[in-house]
């Protein structure tokens, strides 16, 4: 079997970075239509994962 060099992943990681960087546009573009509730689902996040530390669920 034949080893992977970077030049047989090179267009493996051509396709991951367009791929992040479509998402990343997503994002952008979402975040500046809706800013309250990004705002909102990022403060609600924040909640449920100090909850969760605090249970000791996660950062054991």
């Known amino acids: 079997m034949p080893v992977l ?3 047989a992943l090179r267009p493996l990681y051509r ?3 367009r791929a ?4 990343n546009q997503r994002i952008d573009r979402w975040t500046r239509r809706y800013p309250t509730t990004t705002a909102v689902l990022f403060a609600l996040l924040g909640w449920v994962l100090l909850w969760l530390a605090h249970r000791g669920a996660i950062c054991t």
């Open 15 to 17: 396709k991951a970075g």
């Open 5 to 7: 060099n970077d030049r």
């Open 20 to 23: 992040l960087g479509q998402l």
